[in-house]
């Protein structure tokens, strides 16, 4: 089982990195839960498509690499390394042509071959600062 959930998990890396959301109805349960999505988004798989877009448009040249995963039973731990160059707007932040690169950790529960809860995260305070959105000091 931990196997097939690691499989699960790196396709929806991989559909990140394809900037693919057709995806997401094959890789979360109905009752999906995202105890972690930003605020504004709808629940569920709409909601996990409509942040992918924004990641897309935001950071084009998005890059997701898995540095890490482990599972264990129904959960799936990944930690993984995020660049891109902020192009777009992101949250109201004006595109600011400046790269990121930042760690991340997210945490998936698995039943019957789909995610049905995910915490996670960011190193948002680094991405903030690399993008302009706050001084680094």
């Known amino acids: 089982m931990s196997e097939e959930n690691k499989a699960m998990f790196r396709k929806f890396v ?3 990195n394809n900037k693919d959301t057709s995806i997401v109805v094959d890789l979360l349960a109905d009752n999906y839960v995202d105890h972690d999505a930003p605020p504004g988004f709808p629940p569920g798989a709409q909601g996990m498509k409509d942040m992918m877009e924004m990641f897309f ?3 084009p040249d998005l890059k997701i690499t898995i540095n890490q ?4 039973g129904d959960i799936v731990v990944g930690a993984m390394t995020s ?12 595109p600011s042509g400046k790269k990121m690169s930042i760690t991340e950790m997210h945490m998936v529960c698995v039943a019957d071959g789909k995610a049905v809860e995910h915490w996670g995260a960011a190193d948002s305070m680094t991405m ?5 959105a706050m001084p680094s000091e």
């Not at 660049?83 to 004006?94: L, R, V, Y």
């Not at 903030?128 to 302009?132: D, H, L, N, T």
């Open 128 to 132: 903030m600062q690399q993008i302009g």
């Open 14 to 16: 991989d559909a990140m």
């Open 69 to 72: 995963l482990v599972a264990e």
């Open 83 to 94: 660049a891109g160059t902020q192009t777009g707007d992101f949250m109201g932040i004006p």
């Open 57 to 59: 448009t935001a950071l």
